[in-house]
Structure formats: structure tokens, C-alpha cells
């Protein structure tokens, strides 16, 4: 395989750096998913950690870099999830932490970046809006910017999901994972390329915010317009260059699928599953959802990535 | 300390016959429940399984040993957790499982047991009459009786948690557990009072089923009328004796709490911890809220130990 960025032996090394409490996460098969979905069904859950999603494992492992060179402070834009597992890590290593996140983000994640005692700084627009006044913050203030899926730190740490999936007794046929930013996929993607590469890796993406599946199925970067999506943690309209050659190399195929079948996944995942998932998570359910042919009789793990969600946007979404 | 029924040793073994997805859950500091109830928690998460409650753990060394021993078949009485657990187990070694529930029992856990393939047998009434019942089909056909927490396996499964808890860091100040039948809180706290004497054990019961600690306070059994709670997991009037005798070794205090309570904890597990909860679940939450100078910056876990609703009525109690 011609090589992506990440390293899988500083990937099985990012463990020892890791705090546990973000590592070998629940992987269950889930049945009463499955007569809804016409496949075998296994979750990855990543919710069930002091972060609730699965940033904190980059996020200790960029913290722990930091630290170790002596770095007092970090910035970054963030959705919600990245800045909430970078304040954690950050708490915990004495880092100044700044979060820059778009006003609209989802609250709870705003709340519990501020519990966590890191800055948060608001702006107008969206996450491409934080992303360009995280850069400018970090130039002015010559403070270091931590840059989701740019930065392989992040992807490493979320490709130690890879390799608890590639360790896993049965193996799978195929693994759905959340597409937005590319550090939960290209680390993932690149894990199982390397050590199961019978496993088809397929990536999920709002039809309200496509930019990197468009850009992974054009082979070159796709911007687009403004999203429109509740998948509020997968919403970037400016894919990345490198991060985008990395999921060209590890990606088997990359989908787009409808609002009204993330919000079928979330109402699935609550009523058969007993989770809550913010929309984001809930895409790999709603892949199988508008695709059941493809998966018919297979055995399929979705990676549930995050259960950040304003409890009652949520009510509203699985109440209908 | 005078001794339970239960053994260290065998707990310490039963971890090899339990299937590891029932083994070292999720535990974690959740910080944003804590400005709510006025102390540091602590999860212990037990729903993240095939079954979706800690019942699997005992279920599991129950059927193991019934398999060892060349049984073929085994009935329970159960409210809806321990026969789904028993019939994952039993199917997963060949055991013909019967269950004997209320027809009153949640739905969800009803629809479970079938669709993992065990005999399901209705009866009128509550869960005493289930167990009655199953008492009755044990012996007429001359099948195995698992009893939950009279036979020593399902405490002694439960007991795994404790061994998870003791070995954490931090340690805890005090551990609340959900008190029905006795098997989760003698096996718990057994474990505690062994490895880890200076955590309180607490007890956790509705005042709508109270007979276990009102039992506890009097030191000998006291039955109860007809149950009024929502709490269907730990719905019993009956308590055995020997249990009881043994959560008098063990418990360092058996507390009762309202209706209301149960309902405000399921409402803020979701809210700040994203955890759809049974409202057996919420019993430790619910504990807090209701005497919270006890607790005042202390450290409790709480057990989370089962999630399996029915959505709708799940939605009505936390939509409130």
C-alpha cells in the first residue's frame, strides 16, 4: 500500500500515552438492531467516556506531544467535540487551552468546554469561520494551533479505534465511519488497511454537507456551500489536500445519505440500542438504512464517534 | 468480617468463564452531573453489552457451570434482565432456557427473550408469581431453577463489578447500588468489604418496593404488599432470607427513594451524561438528590446497571 501519513507503529505506541478511560471501548453485537437493518450489526461506542465522543483519544495524544516540549498553550477550532476532549487533555497537563467555535455549535459542547475550564471564543458563520479565527489566533498570539485531521496526532489517536476493530474476534466485513473532518477515517481506514484489509472501509456524510465525499469520488478537493445538516461534528465545507490524498489511499467507497435517515438512525440506535448519539454518529445506521442490498447478510460495525447532544434538540429528534 | 456465602477466590475465577463483552465496562468521572448533585461521580456503565445489564455476568458462570455439569435445560423467574441475560448465555451453550414472567413485565425485555430463542411463559400478577411459577415448572419437569440471588452465581457474577471497583484509581468514598432481589449489592459489596473496606456500600431501593431494606433495617424478612414503582428491576416483596443475611454482612446502609427521584436521575443521566437508563438504574442518582449533605464532596460511583426500556415510555418519563 502506498503509504498515508500515519505510522501504524506510532499507533500501537500512542496507546501508552492514552488515557485509558478513552481506550478499549465497548464492542458488542447488537440483535435487535439487526431485523430493522437486514445485516449483523456490531458498535463501537465511543460515548461512554468523560468526553463522550471519541476525540479524547487524539486529543491526549497531541496533549501529551505539547507537554512534552514544553508547550504551555494550544488552540483550536472545534465543532464541539475536539475543543471538549482538548480541554480534558489539556486540564490535565496544564495546558492554556483556547476553543473557537462557531455560535451556532451545538450548546451542551460549548457548555462543557467552558466546565473544562478552557476559553472559548465565539464567532459568527460557520466552522470554516472558527477554523480561519483559530489560525489568525494563533498566529497573533504565537500560540500552537491543533488542526483536526491536518494534524497526524489526531489521526493516530483515533485510529487506536482501528486497531481494537483489527484485534476484534469475529472479524467484520465492513466498517461504516463518520466522515468530516477525515481523522476518524483516514486513522481508522489506514489501521484496517494495514492489518485487515479484507475489511471494506466505507465513510458517511450528510447529503447536506458532501465536501470530502465529493472530493474523495472527484480525486481532488471540492468546496462547497453552505451545509445543511443536524450532523453538526461533520459539517466542513473545505476539505484538506493531504487529509484527502490519506483517505483516497484507505477509503473504499464514501456515502452520502439524507437527514431524514440520520434522524431514523438516532430514533433506531435509542429504541434497539439503548444509546444516545448525536447525528453524526447515527450515520453509519442511516448508510445501512438507504443501501440494505449492499449489506444484506453481512456483518457490518458502526462506529457510534459521539452522544454530545442538547438534550432537548434530541427529544425533539427521536420523539417525532 | 463474619462470612457471606460468597467466595473471593471463585469470583476471581468466574472473570475466565464470562464472556470478556460482559467484563472491565466503561467507568469514568462524569463532571457534568456533578453540579447537580453536589459531588464527584462516577459511572460504572453495564449497559453497553448484548443485553444491555450486568445480569450477563452472572447469567454467564451460572450457564457455564450448568453446561460443565451436563445440564440440558434451566428455567428462571425473571422481570425481564435476568432472563434475557440467561437466554444469551444458555443459547450461546446450547441450553434450553424457559423464562417465567409478569405479563406486566416491560415489553422490550419480553420482545428479547423470544428473539434469543428461549421459552417464554406469561403468568397474571407480579414478579412474586413469576418466581412461584417457575418454582412450579423446575419441578413438574424436572428442569434446573436458577433463582436470582439465592443461587451464589448470580451474586457471584454480579461480585465481577466489585472487583473492577476495588482495583480503580482513584478510589471511591462511597458506591450506590440499585438493592432488589440482593444478588448486585451482596455481590458488590462482598467484593468492596474484602479488597476495599473503606468504601461505603450503599443500598438503593424505591419506597414503592420496599421490602429488601426495610428487611435490612429490621435484620430479619419483611414482605410487602403490592409494588408501586416504576423501577421494575428491583420489584420484589419477597426477600430470601439468606441473601438477606448476607447484605447484612455487607451493606453499610439501605436508603428509600420516591417516584419523582427516580424520574429527576433517568432525566439527568441523559441530560449530562448522554446514558438512557431503566429506572432501576437511576436508584443511586436518585439517592443523591435526596440527601445530598450526605454526599457533599465525596466521590460515589454509581452503578449503572441496566438500560432496557420501552422507548416510548422511556420518552414519556424523561420528556416530562
Redesign the interface.
Known amino acids: 500500500m502506498q503509504g498515508t501519513r500515519l505510522d501504524t507503529g506510532r499507533i500501537r505506541a500512542a496507546r501508552r500515552v492514552i488515557d485509558p478511560?478513552f481506550l478499549?471501548?465497548?464492542?458488542?453485537?447488537?440483535?435487535?438492531l439487526e431485523p430493522g437493518l437486514g445485516c449483523a450489526v456490531s458498535?463501537k461506542?465511543e460515548?461512554?467516556?468523560?468526553v463522550?465522543s471519541f476525540k479524547g483519544r487524539g486529543t491526549e495524544l497531541a496533549a501529551s506531544l505539547l507537554a512534552a516540549r514544553g508547550s504551555t498553550a494550544v488552540v483550536c477550532a472545534s465543532a464541539g467535540n475536539l475543543g471538549q476532549a482538548l480541554a480534558w487533555s489539556g486540564r490535565n497537563r496544564g495546558l492554556d487551552v483556547t476553543v473557537v467555535a462557531s455560535r451556532s455549535a451545538t450548546a451542551a459542547k460549548l457548555d462543557?468546554i467552558r466546565?473544562?475550564g478552557a476559553r472559548l471564543e465565539l464567532v459568527d458563520g460557520d466552522h470554516e469561520s472558527a477554523r480561519d479565527r483559530a489560525a489568525a489566533v494563533a498566529r497573533y498570539d504565537g500560540v500552537r494551533l491543533l488542526e483536526d485531521s491536518l494534524d497526524v496526532e489526531t489521526c493516530e489517536g483515533a485510529a487506536t479505534i482501528g486497531l481494537e476493530l483489527a484485534g476484534a474476534v469475529p472479524s467484520f466485513d465492513a466498517v461504516l465511519i463518520a466522515l468530516g473532518g477525515g481523522a476518524l477515517a483516514t486513522g481508522v481506514g489506514h489501521v484496517l488497511k494495514a492489518l485487515a484489509p479484507e475489511v471494506e472501509v466505507i465513510c458517511v456524510q450528510p447529503l447536506g454537507a458532501p465536501a470530502m465525499t465529493r472530493s474523495w469520488h472527484a480525486r481532488r478537493v471540492v468546496t462547497t456551500g453552505p451545509v445543511r445538516t443536524i450532523a453538526d461534528g461533520v459539517a466542513g465545507r473545505r476539505p484538506l489536500p493531504a487529509v484527502l490524498d490519506d483517505l483516497l489511499l484507505v477509503a473504499d467507497d464514501a456515502v452520502l445519505v439524507r437527514e431524514e435517515s440520520i434522524v431514523a438512525g438516532m430514533r433506531m440506535l435509542?429504541?434497539h440500542a439503548?444509546?444516545?448519539v448525536e447525528p453524526s454518529a447515527a450515520l453509519g445506521v442511516a448508510a445501512v438504512l438507504e443501501d440494505r442490498d449492499r449489506f444484506a447478510g453481512r456483518h457490518v460495525v458502526t462506529v457510534v464517534c459521539g452522544?454530545?447532544?442538547d438534550?432537548d434538540a434530541y427529544?425533539g429528534w427521536?420523539?417525532g
Open positions: 478511560v478499549d471501548t465497548p464492542l458488542y453485537r447488537c440483535e435487535a458498535i461506542l460515548t461512554a467516556n468523560p463522550r462543557r466546565a473544562l435509542l429504541e439503548g444509546l444516545v452522544g454530545n447532544v438534550a427529544l427521536v420523539g
